[in-house]
């Protein structure tokens, strides 16, 4: 996922879809709180990230994901975001600006 362009030391918040996925049941809903967002953290060196809310669609959630740089320069790695089912991470690019 690309966040784009931030403005390091300024809090961009960007939304990221996260679905539902149970191949081995079909995608079939065996725990209703596998969208129940307990945390999400950055991986990558000079970015922050801080979850912001989410709503619910059918089989999904779109997450609000704030987004802050330390310090201008690109930044490619993961972001890891902590369900009540688990952990996954998601490949992340985000490019920062010092003007």
Same mark, same amino acid.
């Given at each position: 996922?690309?966040?784009?362009?931030?403005?390091?030391?300024?809090?961009?918040?960007?939304?990221?879809?996260?679905?539902?996925?149970?191949?081995?049941?079909?995608?079939?809903?065996?725990?209703?709180? $596998?969208?129940?967002?307990?945390?999400?953290?950055?991986?990558?060196?000079?970015?922050?990230?801080? @979850?912001?809310?989410? *709503?619910?669609?059918?089989?999904?959630?779109?997450?609000?994901?704030?987004?802050?740089?330390?310090?201008?320069?690109? @930044?490619?790695?993961?972001?890891?975001?902590?369900?009540?089912?688990?952990?996954? *991470?998601?490949? @992340?690019?985000? @490019?920062?600006?010092? $003007?």
């Amino acid at each position: 996922m690309s966040a784009g362009s931030v403005h390091n030391g300024k809090p961009k918040t960007i939304e990221l879809e996260l679905e539902h996925y149970n191949p081995a049941k079909k995608g079939a809903v065996e725990r209703p709180d $596998w969208n129940q967002v307990k945390g999400v953290r950055s991986l990558i060196p000079g970015v922050e990230v801080a @979850f912001k809310g989410k *709503r619910d669609l059918p089989n999904a959630a779109v997450l609000a994901i704030e987004v802050n740089a330390t310090h201008g320069g690109m @930044f490619e790695g993961e972001i890891e975001i902590e369900t009540a089912t688990g952990k996954g *991470r998601v490949p @992340f690019a985000v @490019f920062a600006t010092t $003007w």
